[in-house]
């Protein structure tokens, strides 16, 4: 089931715009990649998927209903987590503290943390640090133990790699991988796609505000994006 679709979105920054008909899903229960070089429009997307940037056209639909230009806190009630690029983890709380600001959602706080070291077990040895003092993986982590706690259907994950080693990265496509199968709806922006490619089950590929290429991750895509990104024909 395609849980978010964007179809034709177009979007502007400082009235000009940047992406011009985007048409897009992310479906429940797979890991959808948005690849695309700098400036492309990815975070842009995300942030139109999120509420949090109006789009100028087109529609967002999700679970098929048109929430176009719904609030932010309506799309994150509806189920839409975005995990902006830097992460948004608050460096001077402490790792439980960033968990416990969770509790509105409903969870109690033992729940909370119950699931999240779960998941990522190297946040219980360092519940009591300040966030900040973490490793870039360790906030990512934080990051993604933090959005879960919301009980996402969509996830809009922006740049998850930035800055990160590539067997870290791998570990947390690995989770990103096992979020999915218990079927949320996970859209990953990177501009690199190597780490990614791993666990997509499928790719558009972003240029200049428009979807270049659209299909299954495999080598006809690598082939693509080296094009893309060089510029070839
Ligand atoms: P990056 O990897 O650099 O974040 P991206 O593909 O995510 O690239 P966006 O960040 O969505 O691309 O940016 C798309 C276009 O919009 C770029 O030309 C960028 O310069 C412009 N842009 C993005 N944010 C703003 C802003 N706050 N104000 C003005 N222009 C912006």
């Known amino acids: 089931m395609n849980v978010l679709e964007l179809r034709g979105v177009r979007a502007a920054h ?9 048409d897009l899903t992310a479906a429940a229960g797979r890991v959808t990649a948005l690849l695309g070089p700098n400036g492309a429009g990815k975070t842009t997307t995300l942030r139109v998927a999120a509420g949090v940037h109006p789009a100028s056209g087109g529609r967002v639909l999700l679970g098929g209903r048109d929430a176009t230009g719904a609030d932010p806190r ?38 909370i943390e119950e699931a999240a070291f779960a998941r990522f077990p190297v946040l219980a040895r360092c519940a009591a640090r300040h966030a900040g003092t973490l490793s870039g993986g360790e906030q990512q982590m934080l990051a993604l133990a933090r959005g879960l706690a919301t009980d996402p259907a969509v996830l809009l994950l922006d740049e998850l790699s930035m800055g990160l080693a590539p067997l870290v990265v791998a570990r947390l496509y690995e989770q990103v991988a096992e979020i999915a199968r218990q079927g949320v709806a996970v859209l990953v922006v990177e501009q690199f796609a190597a780490a990614v490619l791993g666990v997509a089950d499928r790719a558009a590929v972003l240029v200049r505000g428009r979807v270049a290429w ?14 893309l990104y060089l510029g070839s024909p």
């Open 74 to 111: 309506a799309l994150a009630r509806a189920g839409v987590r975005l995990i902006p690029e830097g992460r948004g983890v608050f460096p001077n709380l402490t790792v439980r503290d960033n968990l416990l600001m969770m509790t509105r959602t409903g969870r109690t706080r033992e729940e």
């Open 214 to 227: 659209r299909g299954r991750p495999d080598d006809g895509l690598r082939a693509e994006l080296s094009a």
């Open 14 to 22: 400082d009235g000009i715009t940047v992406l011009h008909g985007v």
